[in-house]
């Protein structure tokens, strides 16, 4: 009977696990969310209309920081883990994850090509 339930515990165990998995996939593999929004709060620590809440570890903030490099675009990276004011502020965001772009009254979870010209173009910044 001990084995039973220990086998039995393993089993949920497995499954509730092999579930949350699939669920992280599934949001890794969807497409970034876009929201249109006041977000002045985010630019107190910087006078720059382009800035992203990044991690040093993160492989998409690198692809976003080679991206803005190549288009000489003016940007300011606020990292989480390194200021508890920036910590604050970018849970204010309700991110799942990095990168979150502001540029100008657009913010963009994630990093799409697309949707981050779409914003630049808007606000005349390439």
């Given amino acids: 009977m001990r084995a ?4 039995a ?3 949920f165990f497995v ?3 092999g579930y949350s998995s699939v669920l992280g996939i ?3 593999m ?3 969310m876009v929201v249109k929004g006041d977000f002045s ?3 107190e620590a910087s006078s720059k209309k382009v800035l992203f ?3 040093d570890w993160c492989p998409i903030c690198e692809k976003t920081r080679t991206y803005f490099k190549a288009r000489k675009v003016d940007y300011d990276e606020l990292n989480p883990e390194k200021d508890e ?6 849970l204010l965001t309700e991110s799942k994850g990095y990168p979150v772009i502001i540029i100008g009254n657009t913010m963009i979870y994630g990093f799409n090509v697309d949707e981050v010209e779409s914003a630049l173009k808007e606000n005349g910044l390439i």
């Fill in 15 to 17: 499954m509730i696990i």
């Fill in 85 to 90: 004011q920036v910590m604050t502020n970018y």
């Fill in 9 to 11: 515990g393993l089993f």
């Fill in 41 to 43: 709060l985010h630019r």
């Fill in 53 to 55: 809440y990044g991690t």
């Fill in 30 to 32: 969807s497409e970034p």
């Fill in 26 to 28: 599934k949001w890794v």
């Fill in 4 to 7: 039973l339930l220990i086998n």
